[in-house]
């Protein structure tokens, strides 16, 4: 087998590449949500807790001064909970299951459209639902914006994937009274529209694709100013010296996770709490990594976008982690399906279903606890045995990869690893 050949006809079951159902994939990610909500302990447990309080309030008075500088224009999710025939509470673990579910069969159709096989697109958004701070921990802080957030992320790829740009500028609208941060997209939409080799072929296209690009974005620019100046918020606030105080306590603040560490330790840490496997997975694989990204870059934009957003907008890092599933689980199914000779033998593929579990939130008694696994507010004694986790499974997955490389080597059949 080639190494990269996506089309390649491997040895192994996992690896033919065979069309899934949509109802076998709809259900897969229901039985999903369905398991994590009977092991979720927590559901509903800091509804109504810090800056949610605002969203609850938004139900039944939206736009009601005083209106919150900074949370009072998340109106979207709060809005719809006004014509569901549940109480508020309810309202919003309905809301955020239907999310998450459409969320992550919109991350599988992503993933196949982009050529991964069907199998491996159903693992990442396995891996999407019970990563930590996903499903069980968005349920336990249930009164939240961000589990309808990730799904409009999904659907706003969705639509550049398909150049349905009228569903764009109407994702694009709708997010920016969820959360502005989803004004990136517009720049992941320009990076594709730049980078499509269809583009690259007819200036004139290109122009076009451009013009319906702006046009999709004006709507959402232009009715976040209105709205803005017709409900003004009390008090003022700036993006910039909000932006300046995260920065400074990053750079200059002790992380009570790390003693004596700044709290910038936090990202990456929180990145392999969230991802794990997939963490894994990109360091025993660095340069196909980076090549994958390469390949994509409006998968880069949206990534370092997305993120440079995250680190400088606030502190609670492992929370957004999240919001980059796409760039971050197309690369991971990218990596395995260009090396499915290796993930193919039983030996790696149960190593990447131990792995996937052990750092799935499916172990974590009480995912509503984020004191006792979330950096930036975990203790080093209860962040340590995850890392520790995670470390020894990088470890056996350098020497399972060394082993299996050799056995193929010498095998009459070798492939090329990466």
Same mark, same amino acid.
């Given at each position: 087998?080639?190494? =990269? ?9 996992l690896?033919?590449? &065979? ?24 559901i509903? %447990?800091?509804?109504?807790?810090w ?20 949370? =009072? ?9 006004? @014509? ?12 955020d #299951? ?15 459209? *982009? ?46 994937q ?43 296209? $290109? ?41 400074? +306590? ?15 330790? *936090? ?25 994958? !990204?390469?390949?994509?870059?409006? /998968? ?10 995250? !680190?400088?907008? =606030?502190?609670?890092?492992a ?9 971050? /689980? #197309? ?5 395995l ?5 290796m993930?193919? $033998? ?13 750092l ?11 004191? &006792?696994?979330?950096?930036? @507010? ?24 060394? +082993?299996?490389t050799? @056995?193929? %080597? ?7 690893? %990466?």
């Amino acid at each position: 087998m080639k190494s =990269g050949a996506k089309n390649a006809q491997p040895r192994f079951w996992l690896a033919r590449r &065979r069309h899934v159902p949509n109802w076998l994939a709809i259900a897969a990610i229901l039985a999903t949500l369905i398991l994590l909500h009977f092991h979720n302990p927590g559901i509903g %447990r800091w509804f109504g807790s810090w800056e949610s309080q605002y969203y609850v309030h938004a139900v039944t008075g939206p736009l009601v001064a005083p209106i919150d500088k900074h949370y =009072g224009y998340r109106l979207l999710p709060a809005v719809i909970l006004g @014509y569901i025939p549940l109480s508020i509470s309810e309202g919003f673990i309905v809301c955020d #299951y239907v999310s998450l579910f459409l969320a992550a069969y919109l991350l599988f159709t992503i993933l196949c459209c *982009e050529g991964i096989i069907p199998t491996i697109a159903l693992l990442g958004s396995f891996i999407f639902l019970t990563a930590p701070c996903s499903t069980q921990w968005l349920l336990a802080y249930s009164a939240n914006v961000d589990a309808f957030y990730l799904l409009l992320i999904a659907a706003s790829y969705r639509a550049i994937q398909l150049r349905r740009w009228e569903l764009f500028s109407f994702v694009l609208l709708i997010g920016t009274f969820t959360k502005v941060t989803i004004w990136v997209m517009a720049f992941v939409a320009a990076a594709s529209i730049m980078t499509d080799p269809k583009q690259a072929a007819s200036p004139g296209r $290109r122009k076009l694709s451009a013009v319906f690009w702006l046009a999709a974005l004006v709507p959402s620019v232009l009715v976040k100013f209105l709205v803005e100046r017709i409900w003004p918020a009390t008090g003022s606030y700036s993006y910039l010296r909000d932006i300046a105080h995260n920065l400074k +306590l990053k750079f200059f603040v002790t992380s009570v996770t790390f003693p004596h560490l700044p709290q910038i330790a *936090e990202f990456p840490a929180s990145f392999l709490v969230v991802f794990g496997i997939v963490a894994i997975v990109f360091a025993l694989h660095f340069r196909l990594m980076l090549h994958s !990204f390469r390949e994509k870059p409006a /998968l880069i934009v949206f990534l370092v976008g997305t993120m440079g957003l995250s !680190f400088a907008g =606030g502190y609670d890092d492992a929370r957004y982690m999240p919001f980059v599933a796409v760039p971050v /689980l #197309y690369v991971f199914a990218d990596i395995l399906q260009k090396n499915l000779e290796m993930y193919a $033998r039983p030996w790696m593929l149960g190593y990447i279903v131990v792995a996937t579990l052990i750092l799935s939130d499916l172990l974590n008694p009480d995912p509503a606890n984020y004191e &006792r696994y979330m950096p930036h @507010y975990a203790s080093w004694a209860s962040e340590a045995p995850f890392l520790l986790y995670w470390t020894g499974l990088l470890a056996a997955g350098f020497v399972l990869k060394s +082993l299996t490389t050799r @056995y193929a %080597r010498g095998s009459a059949n070798p492939a090329c690893f %990466r």
